[in-house]
């Protein structure tokens, strides 16, 4: 697969959202990561099914969603009519993963699975024929510009090798902490998509100039 970059406006200017949506679609971006948060999951608060359906009216780029929730399953059809291309549950906040799962691609939204960084491998991997896009977690979920959390490298690894094992085709993205710098050894690691948000939406020449140093980081 072709590598995907992935600007999380939750680095944004959360007073602009259309224009910087905008800003990634112009400056090459492949989808916009977009974080949902409800202040129990993760100690913070961002984004209602209201401002997923403005984004969604505003760019043509897929709406990646990642739901930061407790109860997620409560709240798939409302994201999903919202306009999400991607929606991904994290196997902690799920009652019933299954069922989450079949309710997403039933709704015809390719449903995602995803773990924070102190959950073992071991626990999304029941799920992985039943997801079009698995997401590991490189900083503790909650907010932005975090370190690199390096141990996720393994996590990476050991799903590309699941995934292969089982010649599945899901996406295999990873968020949080995430530059130039180190976009080389994750994408070497085997993920398929990188989050970014404060490496684009904080670098001071711009989104454009942001994304294409990943695109040349990862030519190298």
């Known amino acids: 697969m072709e590598l995907k970059l992935a600007p999380s ?7 602009r959202l259309a224009d910087a949506v905008l800003a990634a679609e ?19 608060l961002t984004f209602g ?29 409302r994201y999903v009519d919202a306009g999400a291309s991607y ?10 993963v299954p069922r989450a799962l079949q309710a997403i691609r039933a709704k ?8 924070n960084p102190e959950t073992p491998v071991e626990a999304i991997l029941p799920y992985l024929a039943a997801v079009d896009l698995v997401l590991v977690m490189s900083v503790h979920p909650g907010f932005g510009g975090q370190p690199f959390i390096e ?5 990476v690894a050991r799903l590309r090798a699941a ?21 080389a050894r994750i994408a070497a690691a085997g993920a398929t998509v990188l989050v970014a948000g404060s490496a ?8 454009k100039a942001a994304l294409a140093k990943f695109r040349a980081a990862l030519r190298r």
Do not use: C, Q
């Not at 099914?49 to 897929?62: I, N, S």
């Open 9 to 15: 406006i939750l680095s944004a200017d959360f007073g």
């Open 200 to 207: 684009v939406y904080e670098d001071p020449a711009g989104p």
């Open 87 to 96: 929606l991904t549950v994290h196997v902690e906040a799920s009652r019933d």
């Open 163 to 183: 995934l292969d094992e089982r010649t599945l085709t899901a996406e295999l993205e990873v968020d949080g902490g995430i530059k130039p710098e180190n976009a």
């Open 49 to 77: 099914p209201k401002m997923v359906a403005d984004l969604h009216r505003a760019t043509r780029l897929p709406l990646d969603v990642h739901l930061m929730i407790e109860r997620p399953d409560a709240w798939v059809d």
């Open 26 to 44: 112009r400056a090459g971006a492949d989808w916009i990561h977009v974080d949902v948060m409800d202040g129990h999951f993760v100690p913070n």
């Open 108 to 115: 015809g939204v390719r449903p995602g699975i995803t773990l």
């Open 151 to 155: 141990s996720a490298l393994d996590k």
